[in-house]
């Protein structure tokens, strides 16, 4: 991990504010979905992106019901119905 040299403080309902200029290298915007990851002392902000509930794929995954699939295991699934 590269430090960006900014320092944050945390408001009295535990948030932060991202400074415009990381918001804009990483091209987030308002309303998009942060996940959020704790790696040991670490707490790390990334993208949200769908992962597939059987695998952790994320590449080519779709939404169904509620729930995220990725190709691969859709496959899977059909080939089993067989």
Same mark, same amino acid.
């Given at each position: 991990?590269?430090? %960006?040299? *900014?320092?944050?403080?945390? $408001?009295?309902?535990?948030?932060? *504010? ?7 290298? @990483?091209?987030?915007? +308002?309303? #998009?979905?942060? +996940?959020?990851? *704790?790696?040991? #002392? ?5 993208? @949200?992106?769908?992962r ?6 994320? $590449?080519e *995954?779709?939404?169904?019901? #509620?729930?995220?699939?990725? %190709?691969?295991?859709?496959? #899977? ?6």
């Amino acid at each position: 991990m590269k430090p %960006a040299g *900014v320092v944050r403080k945390v $408001d009295q309902l535990g948030r932060i *504010v991202l400074p415009k200029s990381l918001r804009k290298r @990483y091209q987030m915007n +308002e309303g #998009d979905p942060v +996940e959020i990851l *704790v790696q040991g #002392d670490h707490i790390i902000l990334e993208r @949200y992106r769908p992962r597939c509930v059987f695998c952790g794929a994320m $590449d080519e *995954v779709r939404e169904f019901k #509620d729930r995220y699939l990725c %190709a691969g295991c859709i496959s #899977d699934m059909i080939t089993l119905r067989k």
